[in-house]
């Protein structure tokens, strides 16, 4: 098996609903540094998993779209805690959808699975891993 | 999946028996960076694979019970190695006990799995993994 | 010259006011991993610039007064930018004002400087470095 | 499931045949910084996955068949792209060749898996693994 | 004092001329991860050291220059050992062209100095700093 | 100013006197990851600061000396704490002495200065900086 992974990063404020995130109830904000990484069986005819500028756009592109961002305000997490490990599962699936969706090549087509890390700080991380 | 890891870390004084081991059999010492990932199928009603908080007062819990000691000297250890790997396994036994203990919480006793990550120096490392 | 670094981390939300911050002019968040140096000419008679358990406590204390906060309802900060820099020094004055008042032990008066480096992501961080 | 991994590193100059890879298809190169992670289900007698002075030995002997060199001119790449995958894999293969040839020694053949990461920089590696 | 890094990255090849540098004579290349940092005594009216997008994109431009290259056939080295020192030199040097022509805003010009540290593996770097 | 920085690291035992070390009084152990950083104000005719691979060398002779020992043991450090400060000044002391020797080659004898920082955790480390 082998896997690609890039990184890149997003800053954003949020809070935190639920007597289990303490003071992290209050409205506060993150950086995270974002791995995402692209897995497959076999190489394909140019010797790689994917087209690592087309995958490294895609993901600037869901970073884009979640950075610089109170997601308190954001239609898409209405009702939802966005932790870390929601917006690690959000920053996947979005992925997917840019892969099934050509965005990465045929290449994007041909992939296994997906698994996406966020790093909140330097002593804690979360990931999510999905078949694609 | 998803996964959440916690870092902390514990320094300790060893030796090590069986020629294998070189000069590691004299009475050295290691910084442990401890990496301690939870893993879960699924996320809570909050969101999340465990309560981090918790988790990471489990954690530091297991390592006070490692760190500032000559491991040569505690019974736990008596006739094993205390070897990279002999470590982060247990680390990793001792987690999976307070988390059936309930000291996670009840999310802790949906916990899938645990890894541990011994880092002993910028080129070195081992890791256990185990259900729970 | 020696010195003792330790590194601690907040997470925060704040905006910036100012074309020049472009979308980071919206409501976002950052963490901040901190590094704290201090800086001393001579050790003292146990071998140590300065008491590394007093320290981390003393950096802890002002970590606490800005984490889990929206920065841009902090008084402290009122008709302030809360930009990298300027929160670097905020977290360096609090650290000598500390360590002048005694919370270092009689160490922290023996300090010749500090400095502050505060971490906003894998690829920028800011110091800001004052005598004591 | 245990594993361990050693960092090593190499230096080497290439380029790449086919439009996806821009201008690096033009002559250029890279650092690898090289993790390798021995697996095995079980631990020896001396409470270790496998002796690391040998692993390293070894590690560092595939290093540096590949090191300070430029890749276009190595007859074991004639006609294939020198990917940071395809040079994971080669160096996965080649350590696998090791660990059965007994370069790891008795423990060596015990290994149940290997895999191998490459770091090309600080926001992009590549990993392949591979039973043995 | 303060300063702010940005962190950016180049992937060169090239050969080193004299007996002192071994198998580095031979054609091979490397990843140079770059680390700019501008330094200023005092902050400008926004509470910064200088326009961090404006340096980052100029870091940009300086490594756009360098990268994917062999060295060797650059006019710009002719003659001179592309070594990790004057790489480091040649990057800040281009830095502080574009600081003092303009490429930074206002602030730019009020810079008091700049270094740059070129980082060729996990366990090598070299530094060149400046005045402006 | 140029500089040049190469990474090893040592693993000892030891323990240290005064109420102010608290649990780290008893004996127990730390990973130091070493970097010793040469210091040149100008580049010699090969465009180095110092032999790179002389340096290491000297590097691993000095931490070959400490590394896998009970530093409680040894003559050198009799009646002085091994506190990671003066671990880093008996370290850049022995490179000092090194390079005055000849160790280093003749471009060690036209160092400037040296400084050495040892990790002892990813949150604390210690410097000491002296002229050459």
Redesign the interface.
Known sequence: ?????????M????S?R?D?????Q????????VDATFRRAT?DD????V???RAAEALRAVVAGL????LDDEAAFAG???????L??AVADRLADAARGGAL?DGGRQLDGLAVTLH???????????PL
């Open positions: 098996m082998f896997s690609v992974t890039i990184r890149d990063h800053m954003i404020a949020h935190l639920g289990v995130f303490g003071p992290a209050r409205l506060h904000g993150a950086t995270y540094v190489l140019d010797g790689i998993v087209d690592i500028g950075t610089y961002r109170n939802v805690n966005t932790t870390t490990e929601v690690a599962r090549g909140e700080s330097h002593v804690a991380w979360a990931t999510y891993e999905r």
